[in-house]
């Protein structure tokens, strides 16, 4: 379950432009279960009504340290938050913080606490880079806040350039991350996505069903539990917050990205790579004028699993997915001691809303110690933490000396 059902979050708005997008940040926050404290800034009431957030976040907003009956209001929400998110922040929330300085409420909230903390700051491109406040993001960062950097786009006023907020998603997978045990710290986690598709002309493909949806799911999860996420993805879909997708097409591309990454810590073939492929495919399209039906050769591709398992360094993880119809758990355990494994998730891709396609899967993990894991029916972000839970434990278990 994602570390933001059930968290207290205390959503501090400064005023700046973006911060109508912080409405959409508690939106997707309380969809996600979270308890949504609204504080604003006295600025942030000239860009957006505190009634939006009063309707939509968890709570009425707050703003000032004296219109409560408590005598000590401003250190009570820093207290009792899980995590405190700044969005936007202006320079001027950075400079107070940085210098502990406590003149409102959100100030105080965010030097009475011991949660984690994120900012997201937001302002032109020419503040943005100003020596003064990018020293502030060093000092606050090297603080142990979760600094997230704006991106570059349309600015007020019709300006293009760095300094704008980042998205919505982006900040919320900031926080989950903020608030979940980063027991995948300091790795590097390469995961394949999707289905391979392999050309017959340069306009038709081979391909299978496979639309990434677990492996999108695991860059997710390995983001909010610390990693440093490579996805390699042969889908068009938006990338997950805070993740490296390397785009290809075919099973050949997909290898030399994969071996060209072959280091990572932690590597989940969960691609659905094609086992053949169309011998010598034309550079021109194959027309249909002539009357001939034409015949598609196809040869086998290169399974470079069975390379990554003989090649495993000492403390890497490497694991595979194994599609199955029939004998789910007794092929995926050939394919694993094949392959070389450390981990296979079997997965019935026949049975009633799992596999290809579906927002949920059932999966059962077999390790290489001969010992299984059933995984039942649940969203596919669930089934990666479960992954990842049993990936965790694998490298916490030493391994018999030889
Ligand atoms: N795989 C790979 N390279 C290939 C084919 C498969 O790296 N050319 C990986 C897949 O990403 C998956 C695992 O191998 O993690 C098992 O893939 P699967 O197609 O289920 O198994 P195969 O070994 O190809 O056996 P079969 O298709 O006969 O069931």
């Known amino acids: ?11 501090g ?20 279960g979270a308890h949504v404290v609204p504080v604003l800034s006295e600025g942030a009431e000239r860009f957006v009504g505190r009634v939006t957030f009063d309707a939509l ?7 000032s340290l004296w219109d409560e009956t408590s005598p000590i209001p401003h250190t009570r929400l820093g207290q009792t938050a899980d995590c405190i998110v700044v969005a936007p922040a202006t320079a001027r929330l950075l400079a107070d913080y940085r210098m502990a300085r406590s003149d409102d409420l959100l100030t105080a909230t965010l030097i009475a606490t011991r949660a984690p903390v994120v900012v997201c700051p937001a302002m032109h491109t020419e503040m943005w880079e100003n020596a003064g406040v990018q020293d502030n993001i060093d000092v606050l960062r090297d603080r142990g806040v979760t600094i997230v ?9 019709g300006d293009i350039g760095h300094g704008r907020l980042a998205a ?31 050309a017959i002309d340069p306009v038709r493909v081979i391909s299978n069903r496979s639309t990434g949806k677990q492996g999108y799911a695991l860059a997710e999860a390995a983001f909010a539990r610390g990693a440093t996420v490579t996805l390699v993805s042969t889908v068009d879909r938006e990338a997950p917050a805070g993740v ?17 990454r072959q280091s990572a810590d932690i590597v989940i ?42 090649q495993k360094r000492p403390g890497q993880t490497i694991v595979g997915f194994a599609a199955e ?41 077999v390790f290489a110690d001969g010992s299984t894991r059933a995984v039942a029916l649940s969203p596919k972000r669930v089934i990666a933490d479960a992954i990842f839970d049993g990936i965790v434990q694998l490298r916490a278990t030493p391994t018999p000396s030889a």
């Open 149 to 157: 950097d704006p991106e570059p786009g349309r600015l007020a006023g």
């Open 13 to 32: 708005v400064t005023g700046g432009i973006a911060a109508y997008k912080a409405i959409e940040v508690s939106r997707r926050l309380v969809d996600a």
């Open 269 to 310: 073939m969960a691609a659905a790579v094609a086992d053949f492929r169309p011998v010598d495919p034309p550079d021109q399209k194959i027309k249909k004028t002539g009357g001939a039906v034409p015949e598609i050769v196809l040869e086998k591709t290169h399974d470079f699993l069975v390379d990554l398992g003989h």
């Open 57 to 63: 976040a968890s709570e009425k907003v707050q703003t």
């Open 168 to 198: 919505p998603a982006t900040i919320v997978a900031h926080i989950e991350r903020a608030l979940t045990t980063p027991d995948l710290a300091g790795l590097h986690v390469l995961i394949t996505a999707g289905g391979t598709k392999e």
């Open 244 to 260: 490296e997708v390397v785009a290809v097409e075919s099973a050949a591309e997909m290898q030399d990205a994969v071996m060209a």
């Open 1 to 11: 379950m994602s570390a933001l059902a059930g968290a207290r979050v205390v959503l």
């Open 325 to 365: 119809t029939s004998d789910v758990v007794d092929n995926a355990r050939g394919k694993l001691e094949r392959k070389q494994l450390d981990c296979i998730v079997a997965n019935d891709v026949s049975a009633p809303e799992t596999g290809f396609a579906h927002d949920t899967n059932a999966v059962t993990l």
